[in-house]
């Protein structure tokens, strides 16, 4: 359980006595978009950083809240957007071009973005706090009583920026976060009588995960593998995968259970680790800081990892916001790459029964805004599924921006009834999208020469026909060859098609040597051996 000093419990009471007058201002979720407002937004990816520095390119994922700026489609709406550096003019015009009926020149006069023209892999947060003419700044061009401020996830750098601006931050309290944590998901599950994988509680050291690890194999003696997850990794990166089958003579009923311990202990050096560069040497230290759990391996011949995202209002009140399916890769599958909307027929309206549960289950805690519940499903034949609850997320997770650009483009609605979503012209609308196309042929390409091309092959979305492909990420592309997308059609099958049209395009304007993270020739449909955690 995390320690909070005394000074840090009279933060978060100032904290949330400033939340309380989002209450005001709330109706429904379509009258807050759309009403008078100044929009703050701090992307701070406010996260342990070395997990963070795991994902290639992370100092450029400041960028993947900028879906909020077609938020100015809305006339009355003013937004501030605050970077570690400024951001390229390009991508700038792009998301303001994107923009239905709005011209160019309104939306701009009503976007102020500022940068602490600080690159260090720090919270971007705590970069504003240190420079208190910014945060100056920053209050001066606020209407106070028409401003709450939106962030990636929210601690008590944000909490105490809130109150330095006297502005509300829309998430959770920095002292709930613990219900985002491996450990605190699995509590909230139980807590909610929601199904989830069988594992440990929170352990300190390697000498406990051995007992927690050699205690679930004998409450599960079939078990052929375990994960190990560090209790605030991030995208799967920090898990690793341990195989009991090597040590099948002490297996349960075999062996004493001291022997499992110790067999276990001195194994742990041979897992497999999901993240490439991760050792045993540097995970085995990062468990007295972050903590960690041991959850068994949920097998299946076909297996899938769904999602569902929703949002608690500052009333109090749970909405389903979408399912996905996820995209994953990695060593074994765990590895967050993309996601497709909305997640199979056959088990998403169930999904949304369980995450409105656990979403009532965090409301009673006290949370605000995002929270995203991630599963496995695994096919029992006779058209059932078998659904397991792996971890909550509060914060805005890989399937947020995608959503929400969808939402915020087409003005659409999300249908509860069905678990489809639909534009104002009645037709469902699906996508896929991901933060990973990252190929070595891609590197050097400008956020210009990305603009051309997208230009030259008329890969941009089409206000008209509300299809097409938003690119994200740019910013990475130049260093990491790395860009998001989110590829958007009337059917599964052409969201496919225009995401590997663009793909193609890419490929074929980039000649060169063909090495490559995710593929042009990657396969949308979904994993059958892997999973998230």
């Not at 939306?107 to 023209?117: E, G, K, Q, S």
């Not at 497999?272 to 959850?295: H, K, M």
């Amino acid at each position: 359980m995390v320690t909070i000093s005394i000074s840090e419990l009279e933060q978060v009471d100032q904290f949330r006595n400033l939340q309380l007058t989002l209450r005001h201002r709330w109706k429904t979720s379509e009258l807050f978009d759309n009403s008078e407002a100044d929009i703050l937004i701090i992307p701070s990816l406010s996260i342990d950083q070395q997990e963070m520095q795991k994902i290639e390119g992370c100092e450029h994922y400041e960028e993947r809240l900028l879906f909020s700026l077609m938020r100015l489609r809305n006339p009355r709406t003013r937004l501030i957007y605050v970077t570690s550096m400024p951001l390229h003019p390009s991508i700038i015009d792009y998301y303001l071009q994107l923009l239905p009926g709005i011209p160019f020149s309104h939306a701009r006069h009503r976007l102020l973005l500022l940068a602490t023209y600080d690159s260090s892999l720090r919270p971007l947060s705590q970069k504003i706090l240190e420079r208190p003419r910014l945060i100056e700044k920053i209050r001066q061009a606020l209407r106070l009583d028409k401003a709450f401020m939106a962030c990636y996830n929210s601690t008590f750098w944000e909490a105490e920026l809130s109150l330095k601006l006297n502005v509300p931050l829309y998430a959770a309290a920095p002292d709930l976060q613990i219900w985002g944590t491996k450990s605190g998901s699995r509590q909230i599950f139980t807590e909610s009588g929601v199904p989830l994988a069988d594992g440990s509680e929170l352990v300190k050291n390697t000498a406990d995960l051995a007992v927690a690890a050699a205690n679930l194999w004998e409450r599960q003696p079939t078990l052929k593998r375990m994960v190990v997850k560090l209790n605030e990794g991030i995208s799967g990166e920090g898990n690793a995968l341990f195989d009991l089958r090597p040590l099948v003579d002490i297996a349960p009923g075999q062996g004493s259970h001291s022997e499992r311990v110790a067999a276990i202990s001195d194994r742990f050096s041979t897992m497999r680790f999901q993240a490439i560069q991760e050792t045993w040497a540097n995970f085995s230290q990062r468990i007295p800081e972050l903590g960690a759990i041991v959850e068994s391996y949920i097998e299946g011949e076909i297996k899938r990892s769904p999602s569902v995202q929703g949002r608690i209002t500052p009333n109090g009140e749970v909405e389903i916001l979408s399912t996905h399916d996820q995209i994953l890769g990695g060593p074994d599958g765990q590895i967050y790459l993309g996601c497709s909307f909305p997640a199979d027929e056959k088990y998403r309206l169930q999904l949304q029964q369980l995450g409105l549960k656990v979403g009532k289950k965090l409301a009673e805690k006290g949370t605000l805004e995002r929270f995203g519940v991630d599963f496995v499903t695994v096919d029992q034949g006779n058209g059932q599924w078998d659904i397991q609850s792996i971890e909550i997320n509060l914060r805005k997770g890989g399937t947020t921006h995608p959503f929400m650009t969808l939402k915020l483009l087409t003005n659409g609605r999300y249908d509860l009834s069905t678990g489809l979503f639909y534009s104002q012209q009645g037709r469902p609308k699906y996508y896929i999208a991901t933060d990973n196309l990252q190929k070595d042929r891609y590197k050097g390409l400008l956020p210009n020469d990305l603009m051309d091309i997208i230009a030259h092959h008329r890969l941009h979305f089409d206000s008209g026909t509300e299809t097409g492909t938003v690119f994200h990420l740019m910013g990475c592309l130049s260093q990491f060859g790395k860009l998001g997308l989110t590829s958007i059609g009337d059917s599964p099958q052409q969201a496919e098609d225009i995401y590997n049209k663009v793909v193609k395009v890419l490929d074929q304007e980039t000649n060169g040597k063909h090495n490559h993270t995710l593929s042009a020739d990657y396969d949308f449909t979904m994993i059958e051996d892997g999973y998230n955690y």
